[in-house]
């Protein structure tokens, strides 16, 4: 029965909260606001990037509609046998709307569903992933919405993914 009382009362907290986030829009930014605090240094830059998970695919700049993303020169980095990984992305705070495409299109996260290395707002910490296991991993997707993401990446997700 104290189980329940305290399942309830977290339950109940959080509809509080995000009802609170919702109306009030508490503790939140809008787009536009956090895009005028990070121009005006009122904050502090995001990290935007975690280097060590990013592919260097590219497709983060290929989607991104403001030209926002520069992808950086890098010293190569072999990840699997096929597919080395020599630039990473850099997003210009100026340029950026947070339309948040480089996120959701990153195949980090759309395709093999791990924490996205890239997100204009935040990456957060670090998460360990081994970058050439991940690559390797059984992946669950059609066909088709693999070929739509290698439509929008630099590189050929097919070859590295094994052919699949």
Do not use: W
Not at 23 to 50: C, H, M, Q
Not at 98 to 105: I, N, S, V
């Amino acid at each position: 029965m104290e189980e329940l009382r305290s399942f309830a009362k977290i339950f109940l907290t959080g509809i509080y909260e995000n009802l609170e986030r919702i109306i009030f829009g508490s503790g939140r930014y809008t787009d536009i606001e956090l895009r005028n605090a990070i121009l005006s240094g009122t904050i502090k830059l995001p990290k935007t990037v975690i280097e060590e998970l990013c592919i260097g695919c590219e497709g983060c700049a290929n989607v991104c509609p403001t030209k926002a993303i520069e992808m950086i020169p890098i010293e190569p980095i072999k990840i699997t046998e096929n597919y080395v990984k020599d630039k990473i992305p850099k997003i210009n705070a100026e340029k950026c709307v947070y339309c948040l495409y480089c996120h959701d299109f990153c195949p980090v996260f759309s395709v093999f569903n791990e924490v996205s290395p890239i997100h204009p707002r935040d990456v957060g910490e670090y998460v360990e992933i081994d970058v050439s296991k991940l690559l390797q991993k059984k992946i669950e997707i059609s066909e088709e919405q693999i070929n739509k993401i290698c439509s929008l990446l630099s590189i050929n997700l097919k070859k590295i993914l094994g052919d699949k």
